[in-house]
């Protein structure tokens, strides 16, 4: 009897350790076959691998912030700035720049968001406005307006290759970003 109980035991380890090599065996097949499939289809997709991060997730979304932040820094120099040159009508790109070295500012238009294009309007008193400008990298020009004594303006217009202040001397009016138009709002930056 404990002959075949022995045997029995045997049998059900050859058992076990056979079903364990036949388990093993599929799952490594079914793995090469996905490995092979996946490879097959990288191999023949025709597609070229960029080397560019440019189109990344939330790359656009960065560079928007950044140009953003240009300008809350470029309005942060005016103001400084306007305090000692007398008012925001007698700034110029010179008094902007040594106000603050970090924002490249340009009477020109912006093609990046570390340019800031700016248009100083004088009035009689000699308080003015100023209108800064910056375009992120997807295309959208971030604008900034403000007078002497007024609120803060801030505004957006989708699809430029580069953008130019405008030259205001009135507040600009509420609207909405389009490609064709700046859409402006009181406050914050509007939604690109």
């Not at 809350?72 to 120099?77: E, K, W």
């Not at 009016?173 to 690109?192: K, M, R, T």
Request: net charge negative.
């Amino acid at each position: 009897m404990q002959s075949s109980a022995r045997e029995d035991r045997q049998l059900e380890i050859s058992l076990d350790a056979g079903l364990s090599m036949i388990a093993t065996v599929l799952s490594l097949v079914a793995t090469a076959l996905l490995v092979a499939l996946l490879l097959g289809n990288a191999l023949h997709s025709g597609s070229v691998a960029k080397p560019s991060v440019a189109n990344a997730p939330g790359v656009g979304q960065t560079n928007e912030l950044q140009a953003q932040q240009a300008l809350s820094t470029g309005l942060t120099a005016a103001a400084a700035a306007s305090a000692t040159a007398g008012g925001l009508g007698s700034l110029d790109i010179s008094t902007l720049s040594a106000s603050d070295p970090s924002i490249s500012f340009v009477s020109g238009p912006s093609v990046n968001a570390s340019t800031v294009s700016v248009v100083v309007a004088s009035d009689a008193a000699g308080s003015g406005s100023i209108t800064m400008a910056d375009r992120s990298s997807d295309g959208i020009c971030w604008l900034v307006w403000r007078a002497a004594g007024g609120a803060t303006w801030y505004g957006a217009q989708t699809g430029l290759a580069s953008c130019a202040a405008p030259a205001m001397t009135t507040a600009p009016v509420a609207g909405s970003v389009s490609s064709s138009a700046i859409g402006w709002q009181e406050s914050s930056f509007p939604a690109g």
